[in-house]
Protein backbone atom coordinates (compact mmCIF):
# COMPACT_ATOMS: atom_id res chain seq x y z
CA UNK A 1 0.00 0.00 0.00
CA UNK A 2 2.73 2.62 0.85
CA UNK A 3 4.78 2.14 -2.04
CA UNK A 4 1.73 2.74 -4.13
CA UNK A 5 0.48 5.55 -2.41
CA UNK A 6 4.34 6.93 -2.98
CA UNK A 7 3.62 6.08 -6.81
CA UNK A 8 0.35 7.89 -7.12
CA UNK A 9 1.65 10.55 -5.15
CA UNK A 10 4.85 10.65 -7.57
CA UNK A 11 2.40 11.29 -10.21
CA UNK A 12 0.13 13.71 -8.84
CA UNK A 13 3.66 16.15 -7.49
CA UNK A 14 4.58 15.80 -11.55
CA UNK A 15 1.48 16.89 -12.81
CA UNK A 16 1.50 19.63 -10.27
CA UNK A 17 5.28 20.93 -11.18
CA UNK A 18 4.23 20.71 -14.97
CA UNK A 19 0.93 22.60 -14.49
CA UNK A 20 1.81 25.54 -12.30
CA UNK A 21 4.82 27.17 -13.61
CA UNK A 22 4.70 30.49 -12.71
CA UNK A 23 4.03 29.14 -8.90
CA UNK A 24 7.17 26.68 -8.91
CA UNK A 25 9.46 30.02 -10.64
CA UNK A 26 7.94 32.64 -7.54
CA UNK A 27 8.57 29.61 -5.09
CA UNK A 28 12.22 29.51 -6.42
CA UNK A 29 12.83 33.34 -6.18
CA UNK A 30 10.54 33.12 -2.61
CA UNK A 31 13.60 31.48 -1.54
CA UNK A 32 16.26 34.20 -1.92
CA UNK A 33 14.02 36.41 0.65
CA UNK A 34 11.75 34.54 2.35
CA UNK A 35 12.72 31.65 5.34
CA UNK A 36 12.34 28.33 3.66
CA UNK A 37 10.71 30.17 1.14
CA UNK A 38 7.09 30.91 2.10
CA UNK A 39 6.25 33.90 4.45
CA UNK A 40 4.68 32.38 7.40
CA UNK A 41 6.33 29.27 8.33
CA UNK A 42 2.52 27.05 8.06
CA UNK A 43 2.33 27.33 4.36
CA UNK A 44 5.26 24.91 4.12
CA UNK A 45 2.73 22.36 4.62
CA UNK A 46 0.86 22.32 1.18
CA UNK A 47 1.72 19.38 -0.74
CA UNK A 48 3.36 19.42 -3.76
CA UNK A 49 6.59 21.00 -2.94
CA UNK A 50 5.65 24.62 -3.50
CA UNK A 51 2.53 26.91 -2.59
CA UNK A 52 -0.04 27.79 -5.50
CA UNK A 53 0.75 31.60 -5.44
CA UNK A 54 -2.63 33.43 -5.69
CA UNK A 55 -3.85 36.03 -7.82
CA UNK A 56 -7.48 37.33 -6.99
CA UNK A 57 -10.36 35.86 -4.33
CA UNK A 58 -13.88 36.41 -4.53
CA UNK A 59 -16.29 34.12 -3.26
CA UNK A 60 -16.02 30.68 -2.82
CA UNK A 61 -13.44 30.73 -5.51
CA UNK A 62 -9.60 31.86 -6.15
CA UNK A 63 -7.26 31.85 -9.18
CA UNK A 64 -3.71 31.43 -8.93
CA UNK A 65 -1.00 33.29 -10.80
CA UNK A 66 -1.02 30.47 -13.45
CA UNK A 67 -4.74 31.15 -14.12
CA UNK A 68 -6.05 28.13 -12.79
CA UNK A 69 -9.08 28.54 -10.54
CA UNK A 70 -10.22 26.62 -7.80
CA UNK A 71 -13.33 26.28 -5.88
CA UNK A 72 -11.89 26.94 -1.92
CA UNK A 73 -12.98 24.91 0.99
CA UNK A 74 -9.74 25.83 3.06
CA UNK A 75 -11.42 29.28 2.96
CA UNK A 76 -7.74 30.59 4.63
CA UNK A 77 -9.07 27.96 7.46
CA UNK A 78 -11.77 29.53 8.77
CA UNK A 79 -10.44 33.35 8.51
CA UNK A 80 -12.12 34.16 4.98
CA UNK A 81 -15.41 31.65 6.20
CA UNK A 82 -17.80 34.70 5.16
CA UNK A 83 -16.30 34.23 1.68
CA UNK A 84 -13.15 35.89 0.01
CA UNK A 85 -13.41 39.91 -0.13
CA UNK A 86 -17.66 40.26 0.92
CA UNK A 87 -19.15 43.08 0.08
CA UNK A 88 -20.38 44.66 3.12
CA UNK A 89 -17.43 43.87 4.49
CA UNK A 90 -15.18 45.24 1.91
CA UNK A 91 -17.30 48.74 1.88
CA UNK A 92 -17.43 48.93 5.60
CA UNK A 93 -13.73 48.51 5.35
CA UNK A 94 -13.15 51.54 2.32
CA UNK A 95 -15.35 53.80 4.47
CA UNK A 96 -13.80 53.65 7.52
CA UNK A 97 -10.08 53.76 5.77
CA UNK A 98 -10.92 57.18 4.59
CA UNK A 99 -11.63 58.22 8.11
CA UNK A 100 -9.09 56.74 10.06
CA UNK A 101 -7.36 53.53 10.60
CA UNK A 102 -6.31 52.77 13.54
CA UNK A 103 -6.24 56.08 16.99
CA UNK A 104 -6.20 54.04 20.62
CA UNK A 105 -9.28 55.44 21.10
CA UNK A 106 -13.08 53.91 20.70
CA UNK A 107 -15.47 54.52 17.59
CA UNK A 108 -19.27 54.25 17.72
CA UNK A 109 -18.50 51.08 15.80
CA UNK A 110 -17.13 49.32 19.12
CA UNK A 111 -20.60 49.44 21.23
CA UNK A 112 -22.68 47.99 18.18
CA UNK A 113 -20.13 45.32 17.52
CA UNK A 114 -19.99 44.49 21.64
CA UNK A 115 -24.06 44.82 21.33
CA UNK A 116 -23.94 42.41 18.44
CA UNK A 117 -21.92 39.84 20.18
CA UNK A 118 -23.64 39.75 23.87
CA UNK A 119 -26.83 38.82 21.54
CA UNK A 120 -25.20 36.30 20.14
CA UNK A 121 -22.70 34.56 22.76
CA UNK A 122 -24.71 35.97 26.15
CA UNK A 123 -21.87 36.98 28.18
CA UNK A 124 -21.82 40.83 27.96
CA UNK A 125 -18.67 42.53 28.81
CA UNK A 126 -16.05 42.62 25.89
CA UNK A 127 -12.35 43.42 24.95
CA UNK A 128 -10.80 43.31 21.74
CA UNK A 129 -7.72 41.85 20.59
CA UNK A 130 -6.18 41.41 16.26
CA UNK A 131 -5.87 37.17 16.37
CA UNK A 132 -7.86 34.65 18.61
CA UNK A 133 -4.35 33.38 20.00
CA UNK A 134 -4.48 37.09 21.77
CA UNK A 135 -7.90 36.72 22.60
CA UNK A 136 -7.05 33.61 24.30
CA UNK A 137 -4.09 34.92 25.90
CA UNK A 138 -5.65 37.70 27.38
CA UNK A 139 -8.57 35.52 28.45
CA UNK A 140 -6.03 33.22 30.60
CA UNK A 141 -4.22 36.11 31.87
CA UNK A 142 -7.15 38.00 33.41
CA UNK A 143 -8.28 34.47 34.88
CA UNK A 144 -5.53 33.65 36.47
CA UNK A 145 -5.33 37.78 38.17
CA UNK A 146 -9.34 36.74 38.96
CA UNK A 147 -8.50 33.62 40.71
CA UNK A 148 -4.84 34.09 41.75
CA UNK A 149 -4.87 30.57 40.56
CA UNK A 150 -1.26 29.49 38.53
CA UNK A 151 -2.70 26.97 36.08
CA UNK A 152 -4.63 26.27 33.12
CA UNK A 153 -6.86 23.28 31.75
CA UNK A 154 -7.33 22.16 27.80
CA UNK A 155 -7.92 18.71 27.02
CA UNK A 156 -5.30 16.72 25.16
CA UNK A 157 -4.77 17.68 21.48
CA UNK A 158 -6.43 21.20 21.61
CA UNK A 159 -5.41 24.04 19.44
CA UNK A 160 -5.94 27.69 20.86
CA UNK A 161 -3.81 29.37 18.77
CA UNK A 162 0.37 30.18 19.70
CA UNK A 163 -0.44 30.46 23.36
CA UNK A 164 2.05 28.85 25.49
CA UNK A 165 0.26 27.42 27.77
CA UNK A 166 -2.07 25.68 25.13
CA UNK A 167 0.93 23.06 23.77
CA UNK A 168 0.49 20.47 26.16
CA UNK A 169 -0.41 16.99 25.43
CA UNK A 170 -0.78 13.28 27.36
CA UNK A 171 1.78 11.08 27.40
CA UNK A 172 0.63 8.10 29.14
CA UNK A 173 -0.96 10.10 31.73
CA UNK A 174 1.66 12.43 32.23
CA UNK A 175 1.61 16.36 30.67
CA UNK A 176 4.67 16.32 27.63
CA UNK A 177 5.13 19.34 25.30
CA UNK A 178 3.64 18.57 22.05
CA UNK A 179 5.86 17.62 19.57
CA UNK A 180 7.05 20.37 17.13
CA UNK A 181 6.92 22.81 20.22
CA UNK A 182 9.40 25.57 20.03
CA UNK A 183 11.58 27.08 22.41
CA UNK A 184 9.24 26.65 25.33
CA UNK A 185 9.58 28.91 28.08
CA UNK A 186 8.63 26.46 30.85
CA UNK A 187 7.75 22.93 30.24
CA UNK A 188 4.01 23.37 29.78
CA UNK A 189 3.65 20.37 32.87
CA UNK A 190 4.53 23.21 34.79
CA UNK A 191 1.65 25.73 33.60
CA UNK A 192 -1.08 23.69 32.23
CA UNK A 193 -3.15 20.04 33.24
CA UNK A 194 -4.49 17.98 30.64
CA UNK A 195 -6.99 16.25 30.42
CA UNK A 196 -8.89 13.55 27.50
CA UNK A 197 -11.75 15.34 26.30
CA UNK A 198 -15.16 13.75 27.16
CA UNK A 199 -13.23 12.23 30.27
CA UNK A 200 -15.41 13.77 32.97
CA UNK A 201 -13.55 11.66 36.13
CA UNK A 202 -10.54 13.14 34.43
CA UNK A 203 -11.74 16.37 34.50
CA UNK A 204 -13.08 15.99 38.43
CA UNK A 205 -9.72 14.16 39.28
CA UNK A 206 -7.51 17.66 37.98
CA UNK A 207 -10.01 20.33 38.78
CA UNK A 208 -9.84 19.13 42.69
CA UNK A 209 -6.06 19.90 43.01
CA UNK A 210 -8.06 23.71 43.00
CA UNK A 211 -5.07 25.39 41.23
CA UNK A 212 -6.59 25.77 38.32
CA UNK A 213 -7.32 29.39 36.69
CA UNK A 214 -9.53 28.38 33.38
CA UNK A 215 -10.78 25.62 31.52
CA UNK A 216 -10.32 26.54 28.10
CA UNK A 217 -11.61 24.11 25.25
CA UNK A 218 -13.67 24.62 21.94
CA UNK A 219 -16.95 23.02 22.37
CA UNK A 220 -16.34 20.53 20.21
CA UNK A 221 -12.50 20.01 19.05
CA UNK A 222 -12.12 20.85 15.43
CA UNK A 223 -7.84 21.10 15.44
CA UNK A 224 -7.43 17.17 15.39
CA UNK A 225 -10.10 16.52 13.16
CA UNK A 226 -13.60 17.09 14.39
CA UNK A 227 -14.59 15.32 18.00
CA UNK A 228 -18.23 16.03 19.02
CA UNK A 229 -19.23 16.40 22.93
CA UNK A 230 -20.93 13.18 24.03
CA UNK A 231 -24.84 13.49 25.74
CA UNK A 232 -24.29 15.01 28.76
CA UNK A 233 -20.23 16.58 28.47
CA UNK A 234 -20.71 20.16 28.49
CA UNK A 235 -23.41 19.71 31.57
CA UNK A 236 -20.47 18.10 33.56
CA UNK A 237 -17.86 20.52 32.42
CA UNK A 238 -20.41 22.93 33.35
CA UNK A 239 -20.36 21.74 36.93
CA UNK A 240 -17.30 20.65 37.81
CA UNK A 241 -16.17 24.33 36.74
CA UNK A 242 -18.45 25.99 39.17
CA UNK A 243 -17.52 23.31 41.92
CA UNK A 244 -14.05 24.20 41.92
CA UNK A 245 -14.02 27.56 41.16
CA UNK A 246 -12.58 27.68 37.60
CA UNK A 247 -13.44 30.03 34.95
CA UNK A 248 -14.78 28.04 31.63
CA UNK A 249 -13.89 29.58 28.86
CA UNK A 250 -15.37 28.55 24.91
CA UNK A 251 -13.13 29.07 22.54
CA UNK A 252 -15.77 29.36 19.53
CA UNK A 253 -13.00 30.91 17.14
CA UNK A 254 -13.41 27.88 14.80
CA UNK A 255 -17.23 26.45 16.10
CA UNK A 256 -18.90 29.71 14.79
CA UNK A 257 -19.68 27.34 11.89
CA UNK A 258 -22.41 26.19 13.94
CA UNK A 259 -24.53 29.43 13.79
CA UNK A 260 -24.74 33.01 14.55
CA UNK A 261 -24.25 32.26 18.06
CA UNK A 262 -21.60 29.28 17.74
CA UNK A 263 -21.92 26.46 19.56
CA UNK A 264 -22.76 28.65 22.66
CA UNK A 265 -26.21 30.01 21.21
CA UNK A 266 -26.71 26.51 20.13
CA UNK A 267 -26.09 24.25 22.50
CA UNK A 268 -27.40 26.97 25.65
CA UNK A 269 -23.90 26.62 26.64
CA UNK A 270 -23.37 29.51 29.86
CA UNK A 271 -19.43 29.85 29.30
CA UNK A 272 -17.48 32.87 31.91
CA UNK A 273 -15.50 33.51 28.91
CA UNK A 274 -15.78 33.52 25.15
CA UNK A 275 -13.39 33.85 22.66
CA UNK A 276 -13.28 34.41 19.18
CA UNK A 277 -11.32 35.63 15.96
CA UNK A 278 -10.61 34.58 12.35
CA UNK A 279 -13.75 35.56 10.23
CA UNK A 280 -15.42 37.84 12.63
CA UNK A 281 -14.28 41.02 10.25
CA UNK A 282 -14.51 39.09 6.90
CA UNK A 283 -10.86 38.54 6.79
CA UNK A 284 -9.33 41.76 8.63
CA UNK A 285 -7.34 40.84 11.50
CA UNK A 286 -9.75 41.19 14.28
CA UNK A 287 -10.78 38.94 17.11
CA UNK A 288 -12.82 39.58 20.58
CA UNK A 289 -13.44 38.15 23.95
CA UNK A 290 -16.16 38.41 26.64
CA UNK A 291 -16.63 38.23 29.81
CA UNK A 292 -19.78 37.24 31.46
CA UNK A 293 -21.25 39.84 33.52
CA UNK A 294 -20.63 38.18 37.36
CA UNK A 295 -17.21 37.57 36.06
CA UNK A 296 -16.72 41.35 35.10
CA UNK A 297 -18.17 42.86 37.55
CA UNK A 298 -15.26 40.38 40.02
CA UNK A 299 -12.40 42.02 38.09
CA UNK A 300 -13.67 45.69 38.01
CA UNK A 301 -11.67 47.32 40.43
CA UNK A 302 -8.83 44.85 40.40
CA UNK A 303 -6.76 46.43 37.39
CA UNK A 304 -4.52 49.23 38.45
CA UNK A 305 -4.76 52.60 36.17
CA UNK A 306 -1.62 53.45 36.44
CA UNK A 307 -0.54 50.18 35.39
CA UNK A 308 -3.43 49.35 32.73
CA UNK A 309 -1.04 49.61 29.71
CA UNK A 310 1.46 47.28 30.77
CA UNK A 311 -0.20 44.22 32.24
CA UNK A 312 0.35 41.90 30.30
CA UNK A 313 -2.87 42.28 28.01
CA UNK A 314 -3.69 44.36 25.00
CA UNK A 315 -2.24 45.71 21.61
CA UNK A 316 -1.40 49.15 20.09
CA UNK A 317 -3.07 48.04 16.92
CA UNK A 318 -5.96 46.40 19.17
CA UNK A 319 -9.65 47.57 18.71
CA UNK A 320 -8.35 49.92 15.74
CA UNK A 321 -11.20 52.09 13.97
CA UNK A 322 -10.64 49.60 10.64
CA UNK A 323 -11.46 46.36 12.19
CA UNK A 324 -14.40 47.65 14.36
CA UNK A 325 -15.53 48.65 11.03
CA UNK A 326 -15.12 45.79 9.19
CA UNK A 327 -16.87 43.56 12.56
CA UNK A 328 -19.70 45.37 12.60
CA UNK A 329 -20.58 45.45 8.51
CA UNK A 330 -19.47 41.18 9.12
CA UNK A 331 -21.66 40.43 11.61
CA UNK A 332 -24.58 42.82 10.27
CA UNK A 333 -24.66 41.66 7.01
CA UNK A 334 -22.67 38.81 6.30
CA UNK A 335 -22.34 35.90 8.89
CA UNK A 336 -26.17 36.01 9.33
CA UNK A 337 -29.10 33.90 9.88
CA UNK A 338 -29.46 33.67 6.52
CA UNK A 339 -26.19 32.87 5.46
CA UNK A 340 -26.23 30.16 7.84
CA UNK A 341 -29.18 28.79 6.60
CA UNK A 342 -27.66 28.33 3.50
CA UNK A 343 -24.20 27.02 4.31
CA UNK A 344 -25.12 24.31 6.60
CA UNK A 345 -26.95 22.33 4.20
CA UNK A 346 -24.25 22.69 1.97
CA UNK A 347 -22.02 20.56 4.55
CA UNK A 348 -24.83 18.53 4.78
CA UNK A 349 -24.77 17.56 0.90
CA UNK A 350 -20.81 17.79 1.10
CA UNK A 351 -20.92 15.24 3.85
CA UNK A 352 -23.41 13.01 1.91
CA UNK A 353 -21.29 12.54 -1.11
CA UNK A 354 -18.27 11.97 0.57
CA UNK A 355 -20.06 9.33 2.63
CA UNK A 356 -21.67 7.62 -0.67
CA UNK A 357 -17.78 7.59 -1.97
CA UNK A 358 -16.01 6.34 0.85
CA UNK A 359 -19.10 3.52 0.58
CA UNK A 360 -18.31 2.85 -3.26
CA UNK A 361 -14.67 2.85 -2.50
CA UNK A 362 -14.95 0.55 0.13
CA UNK A 363 -12.60 2.33 2.93
CA UNK A 364 -12.59 1.71 6.50
CA UNK A 365 -13.11 5.81 6.73
CA UNK A 366 -15.68 7.96 7.85
CA UNK A 367 -16.87 11.54 7.26
CA UNK A 368 -18.47 14.08 10.05
CA UNK A 369 -20.23 17.51 10.00
CA UNK A 370 -20.25 20.55 12.43
CA UNK A 371 -22.49 22.89 11.14
CA UNK A 372 -21.17 24.43 7.93
CA UNK A 373 -17.81 22.49 8.02
CA UNK A 374 -17.12 18.61 7.10
CA UNK A 375 -14.33 16.31 7.31
CA UNK A 376 -13.84 12.91 6.84
CA UNK A 377 -11.13 10.65 8.56
CA UNK A 378 -9.02 7.57 7.88
CA UNK A 379 -10.74 5.50 10.31
CA UNK A 380 -13.77 3.74 10.65
CA UNK A 381 -15.35 5.54 13.89
CA UNK A 382 -15.82 8.56 15.13
CA UNK A 383 -13.31 9.66 18.00
CA UNK A 384 -13.82 9.72 21.34
CA UNK A 385 -11.48 12.24 22.50
CA UNK A 386 -8.04 13.95 20.82
CA UNK A 387 -5.96 11.14 21.29
CA UNK A 388 -8.04 8.86 19.52
CA UNK A 389 -8.71 11.76 16.68
CA UNK A 390 -4.76 11.80 16.52
CA UNK A 391 -4.18 8.20 16.28
CA UNK A 392 -6.29 7.93 13.17
CA UNK A 393 -4.40 10.40 11.26
CA UNK A 394 -2.45 9.48 8.26
CA UNK A 395 -0.04 12.70 7.11
CA UNK A 396 1.45 11.03 3.84
CA UNK A 397 -2.72 9.37 2.77
CA UNK A 398 -3.26 13.40 3.67
CA UNK A 399 -0.92 14.58 0.81
CA UNK A 400 -2.09 12.28 -1.31
CA UNK A 401 -5.60 13.34 -0.69
CA UNK A 402 -5.19 17.00 -0.91
CA UNK A 403 -2.99 17.21 -3.86
CA UNK A 404 -4.76 15.20 -6.02
CA UNK A 405 -7.74 17.48 -5.33
CA UNK A 406 -5.88 20.73 -5.62
CA UNK A 407 -4.62 19.22 -9.29
CA UNK A 408 -8.33 19.06 -10.29
CA UNK A 409 -8.95 22.82 -8.34
CA UNK A 410 -10.10 22.19 -5.12
CA UNK A 411 -8.37 23.51 -1.80
CA UNK A 412 -9.01 22.00 1.41
CA UNK A 413 -7.48 23.07 4.51
CA UNK A 414 -3.75 22.07 4.79
CA UNK A 415 -5.06 20.32 8.05
CA UNK A 416 -6.68 17.10 8.19
CA UNK A 417 -9.41 16.85 5.69
CA UNK A 418 -11.45 19.63 6.47
CA UNK A 419 -13.84 21.59 4.27
CA UNK A 420 -15.88 24.70 4.92
CA UNK A 421 -18.85 26.24 3.40
CA UNK A 422 -19.33 30.03 2.94
CA UNK A 423 -21.83 31.99 2.08
CA UNK A 424 -20.65 32.21 -1.70
CA UNK A 425 -20.52 28.53 -2.07
CA UNK A 426 -22.92 27.02 -3.98
CA UNK A 427 -24.12 23.65 -4.49
CA UNK A 428 -22.24 23.11 -7.69
CA UNK A 429 -18.92 23.74 -6.21
CA UNK A 430 -19.80 21.01 -3.78
CA UNK A 431 -20.71 18.64 -6.73
CA UNK A 432 -17.31 19.38 -7.61
CA UNK A 433 -15.80 18.17 -4.63
CA UNK A 434 -18.04 14.96 -4.39
CA UNK A 435 -17.04 13.97 -8.20
CA UNK A 436 -13.07 14.48 -7.30
CA UNK A 437 -13.13 13.13 -4.15
CA UNK A 438 -15.00 9.96 -5.71
CA UNK A 439 -12.51 9.69 -8.66
CA UNK A 440 -9.47 9.86 -5.82
CA UNK A 441 -11.14 7.02 -3.45
CA UNK A 442 -11.67 4.76 -6.35
CA UNK A 443 -7.62 4.66 -7.18
CA UNK A 444 -7.10 4.78 -4.31
CA UNK A 445 -9.13 1.56 -3.67
CA UNK A 446 -8.01 -0.14 -6.58
CA UNK A 447 -4.00 0.85 -5.46
CA UNK A 448 -5.23 -1.18 -2.15
CA UNK A 449 -7.08 -3.97 -4.18
CA UNK A 450 -4.48 -4.33 -6.79
C1 LIG B 1 -10.01 27.19 18.00
C2 LIG B 1 -8.92 28.14 17.64
N1 LIG B 1 -8.63 29.15 18.47
C3 LIG B 1 -7.66 30.03 18.18
C4 LIG B 1 -6.93 29.93 17.04
C5 LIG B 1 -5.85 30.92 16.74
O1 LIG B 1 -6.20 31.77 15.70
P1 LIG B 1 -5.10 32.76 15.13
O2 LIG B 1 -4.05 31.88 14.51
O3 LIG B 1 -5.85 33.56 14.12
O4 LIG B 1 -4.58 33.55 16.25
C6 LIG B 1 -7.17 28.89 16.15
C7 LIG B 1 -6.38 28.74 14.92
O5 LIG B 1 -6.47 27.80 14.17
C8 LIG B 1 -8.20 27.98 16.46
O6 LIG B 1 -8.49 26.96 15.64
Not at 279 to 306: D, H, K, M, N, Q
Amino acid sequence: MLSLLAELRAREEARFAETHPRSRALAAQARESLFEGVPMHWMRKWPGGFPVFVAEARGARFTDVDGHEYVDFCLGDTGAMTGHAPQPTLRAIAEQAARGLTLMLPSEDALAVAEELTRRFGVSSWQFALTATDANRFAIRLARHLTGRPKILVFDWCYHGTVDETFATLEDGVVRARSGNLGPPVDPAETTRVVQFNDVDGLERELAHSDVAVVLTEPALTNVGIVHPEPGFHDALRELTRRHGALLAIDETHTICCGTGGFTAAHELEPDVVTIGKPIAGGLPAAAYGFSAEVASRLAGTIELEDVDVGGVGGTLAANALSLAAMRATLSEVLTEEAFARMIPLAERWTEGVEAGIEEAGLPWHVTRLGCRAEYLFGPDRPRNGAEAHAAGNFELERFTHLYALNRGILLTPFHNMALMSPATTEADVDRHTQVFREGVLELSAAVGS
